[in-house]
């Protein structure tokens, strides 16, 4: 095999994988390095998101929404279950079964596209050459590229005082796959990733608790969104402690003992398996040799420009180990421009425009930006916003808690922000994500014919509650 390639990614998450897809559709011979190995001992690409993050928390949400509903929600319905349990094991392999067939299904896709595959680390050397430890411990191997993609992406933060040990103090991967459900289950950072799995195993019957050094709930979202959807995790059992920093935990017979500073002072909590989940970095051990001249930024972030082209002309960066919100579509997106930009052809992201999503339940999602944001930029808005509880589709599904907000510029009326708590908010923001690309107006998702009945008409009252004229509220 010639060891010349037009594009080499380093890194198969949603990023690199999908920037060596589109860079081979555009007829760029490509190859595309990961390090990632599988359950199974064999190559696993799909990164983070498919092996140890989007993919498997969803799934496990799914799984242990089910349990959930039979336990507390069937019975309104007439539905009789007794005696449901949990099968941990079963749940887990699920999981992995779930993972294995879409990690299979981006080697098939690599493959298909005539992308070449490397399982080991890659070096990036002067000269746009890239060096290859294979993952088996075979020779190394040495590529030279005309174009060279980093897409290393992210590893937890560990807290000095708190060191992860696989077994009771663990990271996302451990809490993928605990073997039972802990009595009790200690979360630091009630974050995106704190507050998904947090939610798993609260529903599968662990006592939950989240500590969060944060005042504030959620600080990221809108703050009337962000209030609510407290309120609903409280009343599903997670124990939420705001203003708790968390100083140190170590195991004691068994147990995990938390020391967390609070307004009353230091104090201790004790739990049967604690969860690290206060944020990611990005990850660049290994990848970059001392003289390949790449710069990092002060966070440690490989540094880019708009367009992600580093300090190095011909080396680019995407998804979580460079600026911007660390999720998968937007490492993706990244990945398809930077494949464009190599081949010659306009291409640009909107950062603006990126949706959010918690997949708790009800979810959170939004798009643009919250009203304190605007209020702290000064910005003229309005402000329209809708509740399921007054939707039939809601209703009929038994979903009615939450609502969908919406903020438009009050000369203009452009939409600035969509915020949604509410079933299937993940799916219901791409609505408001299209209206916001094509910078349209309140007014304009309020003349759109929404399907009745639909989760989706709260979006659109909403749009009509701006201008004074929901049909199934007051204004
Ligand atoms: P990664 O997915 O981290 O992939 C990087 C890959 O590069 C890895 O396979 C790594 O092994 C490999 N690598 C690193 N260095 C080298 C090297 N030198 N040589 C070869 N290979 C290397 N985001 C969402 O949008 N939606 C969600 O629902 C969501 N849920 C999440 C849940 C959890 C529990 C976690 C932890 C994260 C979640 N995320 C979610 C975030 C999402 O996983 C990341 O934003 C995304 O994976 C970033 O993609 P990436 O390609 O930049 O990096
Ligand atoms: P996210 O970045 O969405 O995963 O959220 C991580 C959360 O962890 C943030 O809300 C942080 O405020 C929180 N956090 C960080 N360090 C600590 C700590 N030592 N104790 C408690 N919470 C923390």
Request: charged share 20%; glycine share 12%.
């Amino acid at each position: 095999m010639s060891d010349k390639f037009d594009v080499i990614v380093i890194g198969g998450g949603p990023g690199g994988y999908v920037a060596a897809i589109r860079a081979a559709q555009l007829g760029l011979k490509t190859a595309c390095i990961d390090a990632f190995t599988g359950k199974d001992g064999k190559a696993s690409p799909g990164g983070t998101c498919l092996n140890v993050g989007c993919i498997p928390s969803k799934t496990l949400l799914d799984s242990s929404k089910h349990f959930h509903h039979v336990q507390h929600d069937y019975a309104a319905h007439g539905i009789t279950v007794s005696d449901a349990q949990i099968d941990v094991p079963q749940m887990i392999a699920r999981k992995d079964g779930v993972v294995r067939k879409l990690t299979g299904g981006v080697s098939q896709l690599l493959k298909g596209n005539k992308v070449s595959f490397f399982h080991g680390t890659g070096k990036l050397k002067t000269g746009l050459e890239v060096e290859i430890t294979p993952a088996d411990e075979g020779d190394t191997i040495s590529l030279h590229g005309k174009n060279i993609i980093l897409a290393s992406g992210s590893v937890p933060i560990e807290i000095p005082g708190v060191p992860f040990d696989g077994e009771y103090i663990v990271d996302n991967v451990g809490a993928l796959d605990f073997d039972h459900v802990p009595d009790t289950l200690g979360v630091i950072g009630a974050g995106v990733i704190g507050l998904e799995l947090g939610s798993v195993w609260n529903r599968l019957g662990s006592k939950v608790t989240l500590l969060e050094a944060l005042p504030d709930f959620l600080a990221l979202a809108d703050k009337d969104i962000s209030k609510q959807a407290l309120r609903e995790f409280k009343k599903q059992g997670l124990e939420i402690h705001l203003g708790s920093m968390v100083k140190s935990a170590g195991v004691e017979d068994g147990k995990v003992k938390v020391t967390i500073e609070d307004a009353k002072g230091e104090h201790q909590h004790t739990f049967e398996r604690l969860l690290v989940s206060v944020g990611r970095k990005p990850y660049t051990d290994g990848l970059l040799s001392e003289d390949c001249g790449v710069k990092l930024t002060e966070k440690g972030q490989i540094d880019v420009n708009e367009q992600s082209q580093t300090s190095v002309p011909g080396v680019w960066a995407i998804g979580d180990c460079v600026r911007g919100p660390m999720l998968a579509h937007k490492a993706s997106e990244e990945g398809v421009a930077v494949a464009e930009l190599i081949a010659g052809k306009p291409a640009n992201i909107h950062f603006d425009t990126v949706p959010w999503v918690v997949y708790t339940d009800p979810e959170i999602a939004w798009v643009g930006k919250t009203e304190q944001e605007l209020q702290a930029a000064g910005i003229d808005y309005k402000t329209g916003s809708f509740p399921f509880a007054a939707n039939g589709r809601a209703l009929a599904g038994g979903h009615s808690s939450g609502m969908v907000k919406m903020l438009a510029d009050a000369e203009t009326d452009e939409i600035l922000g969509v915020h949604i708590f509410g079933a299937n908010a993940s799916e219901l923001v791409s609505e408001c994500v299209v209206a916001m690309e094509f910078q349209g107006a309140s007014e304009d998702l309020a003349r759109i014919v929404h399907a009745h009945p639909t989760l989706s008409e709260a979006v659109h009252e909403a749009a009509l509650h701006l201008d004074g004229r929901a049909i199934h509220r007051g204004n």
